[in-house]
């Protein structure tokens, strides 16, 4: 097929006249207009700069504040906030945990690290993110719930033990329906809210739908603390477990180092929650922002036929973390992304989808029609805040 490169060459205008530069243009820089610098030297001057020191108690503090949890539980990054809240929900080897193979590596990786089995349900296309629907048919067709309470896979034998949704770039699905559907079949939702700070679903916040959320502070999130996570939760018992597992399991003693269980290193470091503290108090003027850009590219890409611009999904208030288009087809996609990334303007797929990975190509999945045709045509546009 004949590709359109004049309408590329319209797009790269377009964003080039966005972000009012004519070098190259990132995908998703941090913005440092805050308290960052201030945070950062109080930090040193203190000493603490590890694993204890004020900020990380206060950024826990102000985490669930904003988020409306009872409890928040700082981490060295999202991953490990995830493989720390599959430990306390008591996952084991033995058991299956449901996600969408349309995610980032880490939601699976995290599930492997407790040596239990990734199960992929598909996406619905207007969020990118886990299909209540398609969660309800598998369930109702290949589960059972036995006489312990847990449902299990008929064809597996497997008892499934998670759930895994995703809010992909900062969009919010079905997420009230999949925990509906998951408390009736006893199964814990985590929700994976990496991307979607600030963002929201009939006026909750991400990460508050399911028994326990995380959060990430990578490089690339809309707020950052260099590296680093959390995880927000509002069952008390679960938040005081999770603090005593990612702190190497370590009991209180003014002099002895005891350890009562294989816990994990995966407390946060005071430096990062220094700069991730700073960060925070500019939250809302980033996402307002962000909501200001993704305003701008929808009104401009009504103007295309074939290219679509993802809105955030109905009832979703979202922070449009990274801004996606969907070409009609895969050429134009690849055209697309060979022909913007030699101009300077740094765009990139969406994640292959996990099934197509060798690592974990063996796993039990549904019908991903969606996954697929969403990996076939969905490209990441630049999403930096402009402050």
């Known amino acids: 097929m004949k590709i359109d490169y004049s309408q590329f060459d319209e797009i790269i205008n377009f964003i080039r006249n966005l972000y009012k530069t004519d070098k190259f243009i990132p995908l998703h820089e941090p913005k440092f207009i805050g308290n960052e610098k201030k945070y950062l030297a109080e930090c040193i001057d203190s000493t603490f700069v590890s694993s204890v020191g004020e900020f990380v108690n206060r950024l826990e503090v102000e985490i669930a504040k904003y988020t409306t949890a009872k409890y928040a539980v700082a ?3 999202g991953t490990s906030a995830l493989h720390a809240s599959l430990i306390a929900c008591d996952t084991k080897e033995t058991d299956e945990v449901i996600t969408q193979s349309l995610t980032f590596i ?3 990786n995290a599930i492997k690290y407790t040596r239990a089995d990734p199960l992929f349900i598909d996406v619905d296309k207007n969020s990118f993110s886990l299909s209540s629907d398609k969660l309800k048919t598998f369930l109702q067709n290949y589960t059972e719930i036995r ?3 847990f449902s299990y896979n008929k064809k597996s034998g497997k008892r499934i033990k998670a759930c895994i949704p995703m809010h992909t770039f900062g969009h919010i699905g079905k997420i009230d329906e999949i925990v509906e559907i998951c408390n009736k079949y006893n199964i814990d939702v985590i929700e994976d809210a990496a991307e979607a700070l600030g963002s929201s679903y009939k006026k ?3 990460g508050t739908f399911g028994k326990v959320g995380i959060l990430s502070f990578n490089g690339n999130k809309i707020i950052t603390s260099g590296g680093g996570g959390a995880i927000i939760t509002d069952d008390a018992e679960l938040a005081k477990t999770i603090k005593h597992l990612t702190t190497t399991a370590k009991i209180p003693h003014p002099w002895e180092f005891i350890h009562d269980e294989i816990g994990f290193n995966y407390r946060m470091p005071n430096i990062n929650a220094a700069l991730a503290y700073a960060q925070l108090e500019k939250l809302d003027e980033f996402i307002s922002n962000k909501r200001e850009i993704s305003n701008k590219y929808n009104n401009f ?3 295309f036929e074939t290219i679509h611009f993802l809105t955030e999904p109905k009832s979703c208030f979202s922070n449009h973390w990274l801004n996606t288009i969907i070409f009609s087809n895969k050429e134009e996609k690849e055209s697309f992304l060979h022909y913007s990334n030699k101009h300077n303007v740094m765009t990139r797929s969406i994640w292959e989808p996990m099934h197509q990975l060798k690592m974990f190509k063996d ?3 549904t019908d991903l029609v969606n996954t697929e045709w969403l990996y076939d045509r969905a490209v ?6 402009i402050v």
């Open 380 to 385: 990441n546009i630049p999403s930096s805040a």
């Open 106 to 108: 880490a939601t699976v």
């Open 363 to 365: 796993c039990i999945k």
């Open 204 to 206: 909750k916040h991400a």
């Open 301 to 303: 890409f009504k103007n």
């Open 75 to 77: 981490t060295v990054n």
């Open 147 to 149: 006489d312990d309470g």
